[in-house]
């Protein structure tokens, strides 16, 4: 009977931890107290170094949660139980922000440095008495800890409080790149929700934008130097991004420690610029669909056309100069042969070249990255331009993977550094959307739960050796049927889940793997966090299991 | 050559014809020209008779939807190729209401009639010269027209048109159940969705509103005789619903010609009873649940109690009168035997009763039945009460089907009318949502599409004798993991899908079997619709598609 008692008891504590609250994703190290403390009326934060703007507003907002957050802590009662302690407590008066630079960098000045000079890293202290300090090296990783600083606290009443004192928090991420891909092309996204999505993404430390921004679907990107391509491909005069839309992106991202990186993907999955230059499509909205794409409408860049080329690289560069990011995505995914191979112009070309198609693909590709690696850019690009088709990209290049997890192994082996973008962890997809298909699945099926994503591995059949060439990884938001209607509710808090894996790494701060079991009630708590803000994430559980930890797993 | 083009020709016209334009559900009979028509400025709908208040607002509402809903047509160019037939276009400046009775009842008077005797038929004509009419034997009927007089405007520029004058229409439902089921006990949803629901479940000419409104997790109903229900059993003090909320929902519905079927699910999912009643409960929250019930947390009144049926039929007896629909449902599924045969309380009491649990289940509906019938309302129960315990329900009672629609056939063979609810069609649920499931499959997958519920046929395996027991169906939102944050997008336009099987039937209009080919089309386009009236249904496909009919199907 009470070797029973004890191992229930033992359990509870091992697996909810009330050290961690409501963090996500979990700092790398945490120590945490009993006792409570609450926000005084007064609370501040203030710096003792010249704030640029960008973080001085993050200070603003980080005021704004604290007070408008308004979050009951998930447990029976929601904090009734707190009263009394909260009525005892001492008060925070300030945070102080603390930097070694006087004149720092500006947050979004940090945020676009090349992934091995990005810091990240910050101190936060909360103690019973005296001011709570926060210090980093970059007004970065000042901000990141103004973003767990928001996530400590609960609201009881008029009360702001945390039963967790005294607390100390060392943190930086386990891996540099953790993004978010959002295809703006298949149906599209007004301005005011890629914004809320990037304050959504910066809420759980995701620092990249990865903008699928155009396909064959449609062009919304208006480019100054080809008007055309956007008056004639996007789906109106309304849907697209101005420079000015473009610009407002990347500034509300930079400011969130956000880099965008930008795609324009190529060759294929370009049919709509055929509105524009019919001459430079190959194959455009042929029929039947499935033998020229892997999604409707079928159409690729002509490839071996120097004029396309032209086109390409200019184009690339226009965009290298409006995006400030390091890293440019030239995509290269699904590349159709067959388009090719009855294409007359391209055939003609190929045979004028001298050139068979792979060749062409690299030299296309090759031109590409040469052009924008002279804007001081580093190429990204999909896994089939290092494994199906080796065009031979330089070794600086960035691979995502996308296909399969399994695939990583293959694309680290030849010495590339890799993103992990699997469709079989991080796809928020699922279903098929072609309109006669009945039964509606899909490759894309089943649904990806955050509970799988959660589960990833990063460094899964690799060496150690290898492990450096992990930048991280990213959820994916492919288009095909979602548009601001279910935006929120298809991406969160699902995209929270690698959030975490990468920035946290494999272990919880105690040093034991991270676990779904754990991970649960701060999921649940990020999750009621986003709604209150104004984000529409989805419900996990009932609130009756989010309410008692642990009470609605599998085994309960 | 000529016979390939032909072909085509035919294909085109046979899958896509024009005169169905947006129309959802498709009427039973139509006939549409192919002149335009615009809406004059000055357009107003009259009535010959005095029209009930509910009337007047729907025909408010009407004139808004026509004016506002600024939803273009769904095709390359969005309608800017209409321009000079709308210019030279006649216009209409008026509708005129048609009713034999001089003094009709309301729309909310017709909508709960019983069904036998609710008439939803209405004819349209919409002339080229002229004025348009509308006839009906009911004002629930007119409201049905009405309904399907907002879709037949389309917008460009300022103007208001159709391009399928003149048009004809004759139309009643071909089952008299086509509902929407919404829980409101694992996560709570405020009055204003559920108006918004109401709002969006009547454009598609769902008429039933089936409320499931506590169970196990949660109590939000407040109701006046039991007031400790809902103080300790919802969520909390703001998470309920007033009888005032619910007077405003039940008006609410029936302005908009939906009956409001209330479900108090018995004797099971009633765990949360516990925290008012802890005596009328066996099992509550035991452990493991998975042995007491099939989610968390278990718990089932203890059936065999006298104090606890004299509880229950007094609840009934308040919901009776609480709610004017003619039917209530006591539910009655997922009875958990072990938890009854573990409870010492219940066992005492049935060897107190001389009865074995079976008779004592019986005892429990029966009575609960009787007081229901004393107060003139006909039972709805889940298919469990006369498959899998044949408690001796009446022969009127109300089955739903929900575990598979395979039972249907078994549940009609013992006579009892049927709404189909089957979960491998009408759930809009998938994944498993209890904690620790890393895979986070369920019973519930795979994902149901539209295009699987659109298939259903409700008359599969039965005979023609049998075919006046099927009284509809409805698709159904269990919401372990919905709230209002994702309610639209979960439920639209999926539950249109069933809205039109049991409108409209097996057939069009044309004679030809219903088929997501043809649909899909006028799918978009009142999802586009719903989006414009401010409900956010889900993209079914990227807009290039929705444009191009039939472009992105699976062979195209």
Not at 10 to 15: E, I, P, R
Not at 41 to 51: E, L
Not at 275 to 295: L, R, V
Not at 321 to 341: A, H, K
Request: aromatic share 10%; hydrophobic share 40%; net charge neutral.
């Amino acid at each position: 009977m009470v070797r029973a008692t004890l191992a229930v008891v033992a359990l509870v504590a091992l697996v909810y931890p009330s050290s961690v609250a409501g963090l996500w994703p979990l700092p790398r190290s945490l120590q945490t107290g009993s006792q409570a403390l609450t926000l005084s009326s007064s609370f501040s934060i203030d710096s003792a170094f010249t704030a640029p703007d960008d973080l001085k507003s993050a200070i603003s907002r980080t005021l704004d949660y604290v007070r408008k957050d308004k979050h009951e802590r998930l447990v029976v009662g929601r904090g009734s139980a707190d009263a009394s302690k909260i009525k005892s407590a001492p008060s925070l008066n300030k945070l102080s922000l603390q930097l070694e630079s006087k004149t720092p960098l500006s947050i979004a000045q940090e945020a676009i440095k090349p992934f091995e000079s990005r810091d990240e890293s910050y101190t936060l202290t909360v103690p019973v008495n005296g001011d709570a300090i926060l210090r980093a090296n970059s007004t970065l990783g000042l901000f990141r800890g103004l973003t767990t600083f928001t996530q400590l606290w609960y609201t009881a009443g008029d009360a702001v409080y945390t039963i967790e004192a005294p607390i100390t928090i060392t943190d930086k991420p386990a891996y540099p790149y953790r993004g978010l891909m959002l295809d703006t092309a298949r149906n599209f996204f007004p301005v005011a929700d890629i914004k809320r999505t990037l304050d959504a993404m910066s809420w759980v430390k995701i620092n990249t934008f990865h903008w699928h921004v155009v396909d064959s679907q449609s062009f919304p990107l208006q480019i100054a130097a080809f008007p055309e391509l956007s008056q004639k491909g996007a789906y109106s005069a309304t849907e697209v991004y101005t420079p000015e839309d473009v610009k407002d992106i990347i500034t509300y991202a930079g400011e969130r420690g956000i880099d965008v990186i930008v795609e324009f993907d190529v060759p294929g999955h370009t049919s709509i610029i055929s509105k524009s230059h019919s001459d430079f499509i190959a194959c455009p909205e042929a029929a039947p669909w499935s033998q020229f794409a892997n999604e409707p409408p079928a159409g690729q860049l002509r490839l071996a056309s120097p004029s396309v080329i032209s086109f390409v690289q200019s184009l690339f560069s226009s965009l290298a100069d409006q995006f400030p990011s390091r890293y440019i995505s030239t995509g290269g995914d699904e590349v159709n042969l067959n388009c090719y191979n009855k294409d007359a112009d391209t055939q003609a070309q190929l045979k004028k070249n001298g050139q068979n198609l792979e060749q062409a693909l690299s030299t296309f590709v090759l031109k590409i990255h040469s052009t924008l690696k002279g804007k001081g850019k580093t190429p990204v690009v999909w896994e089939e331009m290092v494994i199906d088709h080796p065009v031979g990209v330089s070794n600086d290049t960035i691979v995502m993977v996308w296909i399969s997890s399994a695939n990583v192994r293959a694309v680290v082996n030849k010495g590339y550094r890799v993103v992990h973008a699997p469709s079989d962890y991080f796809y928020l997809v699922s279903g098929g959307w072609v309109g006669n298909n009945i039964p509606g699945n899909s490759w894309c099926d089943p649904f990806k739960t955050w509970q799988k994503a959660y589960s990833f591995n990063p460094l899964a059949n690799l060496t150690a050796a290898q492990t450096p060439l992990v930048l991280g990884g990213q959820h994916l938001l492919w288009a095909e049927q979602s548009d601001p209607s279910n935006l929120d509710s298809i991406v969160w808090p699902r995209a929270a889940a690698s959030a975490e894996v990468f920035w946290t790494g494999a272990n919880q701060p105690s040093g034991k793997p991270r676990n779904v079991d754990e991970a649960l009630p701060r999921l649940h708590d990020i999750r009621y966090r986003f709604v209150q803000r104004g984000v529409k994430a989805v419900a996990l559980q009932p609130l009756w299991c989010a309410l008692r930890p642990g009470v609605c797993n599998l085994q309960a």
